[in-house]
């Protein structure tokens, strides 16, 4: 499976984004998403995930509220709404997936095989 990143851009603080992760085949509908973020000079982080039909979503602690994960089988697509940004929510985003039975919507890396290259999200203060 190939992931593309995509929504990144600048944006003020208290602004929302929208981001998308298209994926390359059909197949997508049996995956578990996850978008991950890394900030300069931090490490990767678990940001949400989705099961492959959308029933079950996961997401850090102190994201809640602000982030929604969401898909579209239909188009191949998974998206992460993201609200009331904040300066610390400057990263590289990336989504991830593996077939649902290995990822099941956790929060590991190590469960997630495909990997897009992500999109880069700056919020100005």
């Known amino acids: 499976v190939q992931l593309q990143a995509s929504g990144g851009g600048l944006v003020q603080g208290g602004d929302s984004l929208r981001l998308s992760c298209a994926a390359s085949?059909?197949?997508?509908?049996?995956?578990?998403v996850a978008w991950f973020r890394q900030a300069p000079g931090k490490e990767r982080e678990f940001v949400a995930a989705?099961?492959?039909?959308?029933?079950?979503?996961n997401y850090a602690d102190s994201l809640k509220g602000r982030f929604t994960i969401s898909r579209d089988n239909s188009k191949n697509t998974v998206y992460l709404q993201m609200s009331s940004l904040k300066p610390e929510d400057t990263a590289v985003y990336s989504c991830?997936?593996?077939?649902?039975?290995?990822?099941?919507?956790?929060?590991?890396?190590?469960?997630?095989?495909?990997w897009g290259q992500g999109t880069l999200v700056t919020v100005s203060s």
């Open positions: 991830a997936a593996n077939i649902h039975a290995v990822c099941g919507a956790g929060t590991e890396i190590s469960r997630y095989r495909y």
């Open positions: 085949r059909r197949t997508f509908s049996n995956n578990c």
């Open positions: 989705i099961s492959w039909n959308g029933g079950t979503t």
